[in-house]
T-cell receptor, first 112, second 116 residues
C-alpha cells in the first residue's frame, strides 16, 4: 500500500492559517488523497479529498503538488475546535479493493 | 455530510461473553462498510471490509471466528466479538462508503468496549 509521511505534531495560534504537510512519494496514478481528523474518543471526521487538482470546501483547502508526491491541508483560520489528529491517507483504489489505511497522523494543537 | 451511527456507544462485559456492535448508515445506502479498532494513543487499524450480501474480507492477523461480521442490508453491519477477553478491550469504529461509488468514507462515533 502507498504510504504517507506526516509530522508527528504541529502547533498554531487561533485565527491564524495552518498548513499541514503530507508526503506520499509512492502514490500511484489512481490513488486519491484523503484527509480526516479525529478528536479524542470520537470517530474520524471527513475533511477533504482530491485526486490531482486543488480542492476547496467549507472546512479546508487541499493543495496537491504537480507531481502528486506531496500535498498540504490548509485550514484558513484555525479555531480551538480544530485541535485534533489529522490523518493524510491514500485510498487504495480499484473497486472492491478500496480501503483506507491510517498512519499516525499529525496532532494539531491550537493556542488561544 | 452523511451520518453513520453505532450502538452501543460503550459496553462493559464479562470475560467469555459475546458482544454485538451495530453500525448503521442513516441517510445513504452503504454497499461497503469497514470495521476498525483503535487502542489508546494509537492510530486506527482496519480489521475487515464488509460488503452487503457477501462474506467479509479480514485483514491479516484478524481472527474471523472471533470477530464475526454480518452485513445483511445496505444500511446495517454488525460486529460480534465472541468469547471476549480483556485484551479485546478497545475502541471499535465502523465506517461506510456511499453505494454510489464515491471515494469518501463516513465514520461512526465509535464503541468503547471494556472486558472485565
Amino acid at each position: 500500500d502507498a504510504k504517507t509521511t506526516q509530522p508527528n505534531s504541529m502547533e498554531s495560534n487561533e485565527e491564524e492559517p495552518v498548513h499541514l504537510p503530507c508526503n506520499h512519494s509512492t502514490i500511484s496514478g489512481t490513488d486519491y488523497i484523503h484527509w480526516y481528523r479525529q478528536l479524542p474518543s470520537q470517530g474520524p471526521e471527513y475533511v477533504i479529498h482530491g485526486l490531482t487538482s486543488n480542492v476547496n470546501n467549507r472546512m479546508a483547502s487541499l493543495a496537491i503538488a504537480e507531481d502528486r508526491k506531496s500535498s498540504t491541508l490548509i485550514l484558513h483560520r484555525a479555531t480551538l475546535r480544530d485541535a485534533a489528529v489529522y490523518y493524510c491517507i491514500l485510498s487504495v483504489s480499484g473497486g472492491s479493493n478500496y480501503k483506507l489505511t491510517f498512519g499516525k497522523g499529525t496532532l494539531l494543537t491550537v493556542n488561544p | 455530510g452523511a451520518v453513520v451511527s453505532q450502538h452501543p456507544s460503550r459496553v462493559i462485559c464479562k470475560s467469555g461473553t459475546s458482544v454485538k456492535i451495530e453500525c448503521r448508515s442513516l441517510d445513504f445506502q452503504a454497499t461497503t462498510m469497514f470495521w476498525y479498532r483503535q487502542f489508546p494513543k494509537k492510530s486506527l487499524m482496519l480489521m475487515a471490509t464488509s460488503n452487503e450480501g457477501s462474506k467479509a474480507t479480514y485483514e491479516q492477523g484478524v481472527e474471523k471466528d472471533k470477530f464475526l461480521i454480518n452485513h445483511a442490508s445496505l444500511t446495517l453491519s454488525t460486529l460480534t466479538v465472541t468469547s471476549a477477553h480483556p485484551e479485546d478491550s478497545s475502541f471499535y469504529i465502523c465506517s461506510a462508503r456511499d453505494g454510489r461509488g464515491q471515494e469518501t468514507q463516513y465514520f461512526g462515533p465509535g464503541t468503547r468496549l471494556l472486558v472485565l
